[in-house]
């Protein structure tokens, strides 16, 4: 998914730097129980946070200190067999 996906390989460090650098956090299909701290520390450069296709149970609160964000994406899909 480009230069915007959170790869395994990535440090924390360096999915950050990439991440400020675009504006973008997209993690979608990541299987993530909760949002990760990394997102956070994106701060205020954060403009679009996709978490689509994830299991999260809640939304943490802090997602709103994030005063620049003007998307936030987030589509669950489950399709019962």
């Given amino acids: 998914m480009g230069c915007c996906s959170s790869r ?3 440090s924390p460090a360096s999915r950050v730097t990439r ?3 675009t504006g973008i956090v997209a993690l979608r299909d990541a299987r993530l ?6 997102v956070l520390q994106v701060g205020n450069s954060l403009r679009t946070l996709d978490l689509t296709n994830n299991k999260l149970v809640e939304i943490p609160q802090e997602i ?3 005063a620049n964000m003007q998307r936030l994406v ?6 019962q067999p």
Avoid: I
Wanted: charged share 25%; aromatic share 20%.
């Fill in 64 to 66: 709103g200190t994030l």
């Fill in 74 to 79: 987030y589509v669950f899909f489950h399709v």
């Fill in 33 to 38: 129980k909760e949002v990760p701290n990394e």
């Fill in 8 to 10: 395994s390989s990535d």
């Fill in 19 to 21: 991440w400020r650098s």
